[in-house]
């Protein structure tokens, strides 16, 4: 279907609703299902009774429910698996009174890992491992037979250690170096060949295995590995494990109550909160080179008032409000170490302390571009080194408020053709505040100076500007910005029933998909580019208040016609559906790594359209066999400003090498396949690469689907239960540049 990318301010496009309350961050759904009592998968844009992000669909969990007026019963289930995996669930349940009613569900579930760590000193052999524990204790409460209220709290918590990625060497890039269109020169940029050497000496294993060749694709898959994985440092450094540590805490109240003219009122009260602690190795490497710590809380706030009309006679009708708050906060920490944890061998490679340690001669020239006095430079920064230990701090905080209302009413026009139509208005505020300083071992905490050649002690400061600003392209900022918008989507749908077993249908929906702001640290501010601003980073050269492209997203919105049907056949024994969409999304939201984080952009369309169809058919009392395959073929309208892949960046690398750095009159600004180009301002400063993908198809599996077998056989008391699945999926790309590096072959999984 149709990806979201990555970031952490993202809401889904699928929006996840546990017992009426909304969850739209990826984190919440963490909690897993267990102990249900209904799940309902919704397809299609629903915004008019499910509200904003839910413009691809909507999943509708309810937790299983405590009844009232039964005894005490319960279940115990356990499996075993292989990696040491070990699955526990139980729950108890029953009446405390004539109308109240309790119930307690558990679950713990945790394995090893599949992957074997092979670096030596690990601080674990398996990855990924996990451990999870959920817990739920609901309650029923009946006064009357009129009312009803249900509350339910959930507490889950969940541990992974490791990843799933393997250290892998690659053929270096070839790049075109003599300008006739083919790549025949291999570019290692400095850094990447400082890595290999240290990999080589640090592991002298690691080129001892040949990687699978797979030239018919490109240079990125010809390589070779490391045995086993070796993903994450030996844990000796200061960098937190890979993984992450997630608590969940959901609350929900419903309060239901019937009144005599047939009029329903509900009410649907939510909290939702969690806390999380990752830690991402971010170089990949079993060394200490780059790595990422990040701590979160979220809290969210929802309340929903529903009145809803009998639905008996010619016309019904539903009405309503919603109310959503919800605070998020990021703080993450990246730290760099050129010495790679290993300052003896890159000494010995080097012969020198850190590699491009800079000397006070050194110091002195660098001083001199800045226009700046060599005896003015303090003490201590004689050792100032892209490849001393740097970082960033930085925290990211979003406020978000939003309100909607909505009424939907049913006509039915004769007995076997009716139309329901609707209608929802939504407000939404955010507020982000986002902050990040560069700091290293020697300067401290980096700050931007109003004017360094008066104040001597900051120019280690601004130097760490430009090592950072040059060689990972990050900058200290400090945003604090604010969006609003207001959405009306409208849906309409034709109901017409021939025979009662059948059912045709046509809907046009819409929806949107909040826009908001970049969770990445490395966000840019405006550069500033004047005579006065050569290197574009003297103070005043940056203006750390305001955003560069790409710190605020907008709105995603979609709009659908859908034809369809629902169809039962012998005598209610097999079910089929089937349905053909067309949709097209404005303003889609990607998101593409590059590096430490994510950008994101808006596609400006996105056309999709696909068929899908999907049954049962209960062959006997004892085998039940089901069907689910789906289409769909879709492309980007229009989508220039597109994150370039990183061959296509290489290639722009090494032209700004070769030329000494790329202008506005250079011969060639662009990859070797012209379709990424270095961009410039008014000024001519360079403002990053990019690429068109308009035309181009989405990089989504073209089809998909499943197939499963049940089969029930009586022993006795017991019943013996055989069950057969089979999911498959065709090719997909999972980045929005479409980097062929990202791809994924189709796959079928059996069970």
């Known amino acids: 279907g149709i990806s979201i990318g990555s970031n952490q301010s993202f809401e889904q496009s699928v929006g996840l609703f546990l017992d009426g309350v909304y969850l739209g961050r990826s984190r919440q759904s963490r909690l897993g299902l267990f102990d249900l009592e209904q799940v309902e998968v919704l397809r299609g844009p629903q915004g008019i009774l499910f509200g904003k992000n839910t413009l691809a669909g909507a999943i509708n969990v309810r937790s299983a429910a405590p009844k009232v007026g039964e005894g005490m019963s319960g279940r115990v289930a356990a499996s075993f698996e292989s990696d040491n995996g070990e699955y526990f669930e139980g729950h108890v349940s029953g009446s405390l009174s004539d109308t109240v009613a309790m119930r307690l569900s558990l679950m713990d579930r945790s394995v090893d890992g599949y992957l074997k760590n092979m670096a030596p000193n690990a601080a674990y052999t398996g990855q990924p491992s996990t451990d999870e524990t959920i817990a739920r204790v609901g309650f029923q409460w009946e006064p009357s037979e009129s009312t009803s209220v249900g509350v339910r709290y959930t507490y889950g918590d969940y541990k992974r250690i490791g990843t799933n990625s393997a250290v892998t060497t690659f053929s270096p890039t070839l790049v075109d170096a003599n300008g006739d269109g083919t790549r025949e020169t291999p570019f290692v940029p400095a850094s990447n060949g400082a890595m290999y050497a240290v990999m080589g000496i640090a592991y002298p294993g690691f080129n001892a295995s040949t990687y699978a060749n797979n030239s018919s694709r490109d240079t990125y898959y010809d390589g070779l590995s490391i045995g086993g994985t070796a993903a ?70 929802s309340q929903e008032f529903r009145l809803a009309s009998d639905l008996d006679g010619a016309f019904s009708w539903v009405a309503g409000a919603n109310y959503i708050e919800s605070s998020q906060e990021i703080d993450r920490m990246v730290s760099v170490d050129g010495t790679f944890g290993q300052p003896g061998v890159v000494a010995a490679i080097a012969g020198l302390p850190t590699i491009l340690a800079y000397s006070p001669a050194q110091l002195a020239g660098i001083a001199g571009a800045f226009g700046l006095p060599p005896q003015a430079l303090p003490p201590g920064v004689e050792g100032l080194s892209m490849w001393s230990r740097i970082g960033r701090l930085s925290t990211w905080t979003q406020d978000t408020e939003s309100w909607a209302v909505f009424l939907q009413g049913t006509l039915n026009i ?208 004892k085998l039940r066999l089901n069907l689910s395959v789906g289409t769909v073929d879709g492309e980007y309208g229009s989508f220039p400003g597109a994150a370039c892949t990183a061959l296509q960046t290489s290639d722009i690398e090494f032209l700004n090498v070769a030329t000494g750095g790329l202008t506005p009159n250079s011969p060639n600004v662009s990859s070797v396949d012209g379709r990424c180009s270095m961009g410039f301002n008014s000024a001519g400063a360079q403002t990053g690469v990019s690429q068109d993908l308009s035309g181009r198809e989405l990089g989504t599996s073209k089809y998909s689907g499943s197939f499963g077998a049940e089969y029930n056989q009586p022993v006795g008391s017991m019943i013996w239960f055989t069950q057969l699945d089979v999911n498959f999926f065709d090719d997909y790309i999972f980045t929005g540049d479409l980097d062929e590096i990202d791809f994924q072959e189709g796959t079928e999984l059996i069970n």
């Not at 009144?259 to 602690?277: I, R």
């Not at 980073?537 to 907008?554: H, M, Q, S």
């Not at 999304?585 to 808006?602: C, K, P, R």
Request: glycine letters at 8%; charged letters at 20%; a negative charge.
């Open 232 to 301: 994450l440092n030996g844990g000796n450094g200061p960098e937190r494990l890979a993984g992450t540590d997630t608590e969940n805490h959901e609350f929900s109240l419903n309060i239901e109550h019937e009144y005599g003219n047939g009029m329903t009122l509900t009410s649907v009260t939510g909290w939702s909160q969690y806390e999380y602690a990752d830690g991402i190795e971010a170089d990949f490497l079993p060394v200490e080179f780059i790595g990422r710590s990040d701590d979160s809380e979220f809290d969210q706030f």
């Open 414 to 621: 004769t007995d076997n053709l009716s139309i329901t139509a609707g209608i929802r208005y939504t407000e939404e505020t955010k507020e982000a505040v986002a902050q990040t300083w560069l700091n290293d071992t020697t300067q401290g905490l980096a700050t931007k100076t109003a004017d360094p050649s008066l104040n001597p002690a900051e120019i280690g400061n601004l130097l760490q500007q430009e090592l950072q600003g040059s060689f990972f392209d990050s900058w200290a900022h400090a945003f604090d910005e604010d969006r609003k918008t207001d959405q009306t989507i409208p849906a309409v749908t034709i109901n017409w029933t021939p025979a009662d077993d059948h059912l045709l249908y046509a809907s046009y929906t819409e929806g949107f998909k909040s826009g908001g702001f970049n969770a990445v640290d490395d966000q840019n501010p405006i550069l500033v580019s004047s005579p006065a601003c050569p290197l574009q980073n003297l103070p005043g050269c940056i203006d750390r208040n305001t955003p560069a492209t790409g710190f605020e997203y907008d709105d995603e919105t979609a709009w659908s016609f859908e034809v369809g049907g629902k169809h039962t056949f012998l005598d209610g024994r097999m079910r089929l559906n089937w349905a053909y969409f067309n949709s097209e999304y404005d303003d889609q939201q990607v998101s593409t790594f590059v590096g430490l984080g994510f950008v994101v952009t808006n596609a400006a369309s996105t056309e999709i359209s696909g068929f899908e169809l999907d049954g049962a058919f209960q062959v006997t009392d």
